[in-house]
């Protein structure tokens, strides 16, 4: 298994700002994940980070509104940049891994932007 | 149209009773996931499947990789299992999510 700590918890941020999420895996993983999950609603990804590469992001979301970095194999961050109140959101990173393969996820991070 | 359907959306039971929740998709996938999220609680994997059956506890999950299919199963549901249970379906190297079940269960 895997324990993801996800910092901060939640935040409230003016609009225009950016707040950037980190995520630490206690083991060496290739892939992470990042999600939005809208109020009511299932989860969103945003993008795969692979540590030395690129992130890839899925359609709808841009490197320079969601700039992510992966400097090595237990550390990924997300930032929110000029954020506006539909940034509104909860945000999660995952990683797959264990011999079951499951997916392991941080404990989101909700942010409300005014 | 969504890739990942789910149903029933919400679903009410009483306690003890048998519950299945249903998941298709229509793209050919790699693997399927089946979550857990409690009410302002994190979200818990339950299940990784890519063909057949897997069984854990009261829970089992199962796949029809030709129908494109997969069901999870509760056996003697219980009030603490009340949460929304969310598939997901990994396709080349995307991941997407079923909009969830929320299920209730009263004692």
């Known amino acids: 298994s895997a324990v993801i700590s996800q910092k901060p918890s939640r935040d409230i941020c003016q609009r225009g700002t950016s707040l950037t999420i980190q995520c630490q895996v206690d083991?060496?993983?290739?892939?992470m994940f990042w999600y939005r999950q809208q109020p009511g609603q299932s989860l969103t990804l945003i993008a795969t980070?692979?540590?030395?590469?690129?992130?890839?992001?899925e359609s709808g979301f841009v490197i320079d509104k969601f700039p992510i970095s992966r400097p090595n194999l237990t550390f990924s961050t997300l930032t929110v940049s000029n954020m506006s109140p539909e940034d509104s959101s909860i945000y999660l990173c995952?990683?797959?891994?264990?011999?079951?393969?499951?997916?392991?996820f941080g404990s989101g991070t909700q942010l409300s932007v005014l | 149209k969504n890739e990942v359907e789910q149903s029933p959306q919400n679903l009410t039971a009483q306690e003890g009773e048998f519950i299945t929740i249903n998941c298709s998709y229509s793209?050919?996938?790699?693997?399927l996931h089946w979550l857990q999220q409690h009410p302002g609680g994190g979200i818990v994997s339950l299940f990784m499947?890519?063909?057949g059956k897997k069984k854990h506890g009261r829970l089992i999950a199962t796949i029809n990789i030709q129908e494109k299919h997969s069901s999870l199963h509760i056996t003697a549901s219980h009030p603490r299992d009340s949460a929304v249970y969310i598939c997901?379906?990994?396709?080349?190297?995307?991941?997407?999510f079923g909009a969830g079940t929320r299920l209730t269960v009263k004692p």
């Open positions: 793209v050919g996938i790699s693997a």
């Open positions: 083991s060496q993983v290739t892939m």
């Open positions: 499947l890519s063909s």
């Open positions: 995952s990683v797959q891994g264990g011999v079951d393969e499951k997916l392991f």
């Open positions: 980070a692979n540590q030395g590469s690129e992130a890839t992001y």
């Open positions: 997901a379906v990994r396709f080349n190297n995307d991941m997407r």
